[in-house]
């Protein structure tokens, strides 16, 4: 599969004013706080899934988010890869001292304000799915704080099998649920 992704600017003065499910992600080039460049495109050749999630250093909800979505990232890090984005202008040693703190395994940068308002952002944290194709699957607006749903998510976008699958209800459309097993002994009766 060949994947072409145009290099129009994710900026709200550029070729796309907003992002929705469905639509294209348009290539994109950051540096993280450590300088390093991520090209969404490049990631993608080697990556079955991308994952904004802009948040910011005093959000208490990212704070609660963080360990969960650290904790699936280390399970699933060679096939996707997680950008966290802080578009409140903080400074780079803000956000270098969260994820020290915090210990948090995935690149961390800042990003222009208007990155949050091409996806329409209204909360924080909110993450944005972009799946191997380059086609926004996914926005999850609020704290993911349990387990299953990333671990729900990671396993959909990085399947051998994978099929799109455009989440119009967030990653909820995404959470497999274990329905509980009861088996009888063979000396039960059933009334």
């Keep these: 599969t060949l994947i072409t992704l145009s290099s129009a600017p994710i900026t ?3 070729f796309k004013s907003s992002y929705d499910v469905g639509d294209v992600m348009y290539d994109f080039t950051l540096t993280d706080i450590d300088g ?3 090209k969404l495109s490049d990631l993608l050749a080697t990556k079955r899934m991308v994952m904004l999630n802009f948040w910011y250093t ?3 909800w990212c704070v609660k988010e963080f360990p969960v979505m650290a904790e699936a ?7 996707i890869e997680i950008l966290a984005l802080d578009p409140m202008n903080e400074g780079a040693d803000a956000v270098k001292a969260f994820q020290t703190q915090n210990n948090l395994p995935f690149p961390m940068a800042e990003c222009p304000t208007s990155w949050s308002n091409v996806f329409g952002i209204q909360g924080y944290p909110t993450s944005i ?3 191997q194709y380059g086609v926004i699957c996914c926005v999850e607006s609020g704290a993911i704080t349990s387990l299953r749903p990333f671990i729900s998510a990671f396993e959909h976008f990085t399947a051998k099998n ?3 699958k455009l989440c119009e209800n967030g990653i909820a459309d995404l959470v497999t649920t274990v329905k509980p097993t009861y088996t009888m002994a063979s000396s039960e009766e059933v009334a």
């Design 12 to 14: 709200s003065g550029g």
């Design 36 to 38: 390093e460049k991520y």
């Design 58 to 60: 005093n959000c208490s």
């Design 73 to 79: 990232y280390n399970e699933y890090k060679d096939d």
């Design 129 to 131: 799915i972009i799946d």
């Design 162 to 164: 994978y099929e799109q």
